[in-house]
């Protein structure tokens, strides 16, 4: 059974740092892409980051400059490194993987809440 498993969220004061984690257990094969998704209340779920295996990274604009997506291929971890934090960031994120073959698979999703 593949599991995602997320953590890193909390509280945090505008221009602040947080690092999202999300490690993927179980047999998921290989890799098509990873990322990872916000949704703020009230709001639709957005792509912030995405990151496919072959390196290719894209961010959403507000996030550029800002955001990081990185992986770890030994520890089957995909991170987001978030810098200079705003109000606007608040929303719960979601990790996201997308294997070659088959469904799609989503975290439980983490809190992040910027403010002061």
């Known amino acids: 059974q593949v599991q995602l498993a997320e953590s890193g969220g909390g509280l945090v004061q505008p221009g602040g740092s947080l690092r999202l984690s999300c490690g993927v257990s179980?047999?998921?094969?290989?890799?098509?892409?990873m990322g990872w998704y916000r949704q703020a209340p009230g709001k639709q779920r957005e792509l912030v980051a995405g990151?496919?295996?072959?390196?290719?990274?894209n961010y959403r604009d507000p996030v550029k400059g800002r955001f990081t997506i990185s992986r770890d291929n030994a520890k089957n971890t995909v991170y987001l490194q978030m810098n200079s934090l705003k109000p606007e960031d608040t929303a719960v994120y979601y990790c996201?993987?997308?294997?070659?073959?088959?469904?799609?698979?989503w975290g439980q999703g983490t809190q992040v809440t910027v403010s002061s």
């Open positions: 996201n993987v997308v294997p070659n073959i088959g469904r799609t698979y």
């Open positions: 179980g047999s998921i094969g290989s890799i098509y892409a």
């Open positions: 990151l496919t295996a072959s390196g290719t990274t």
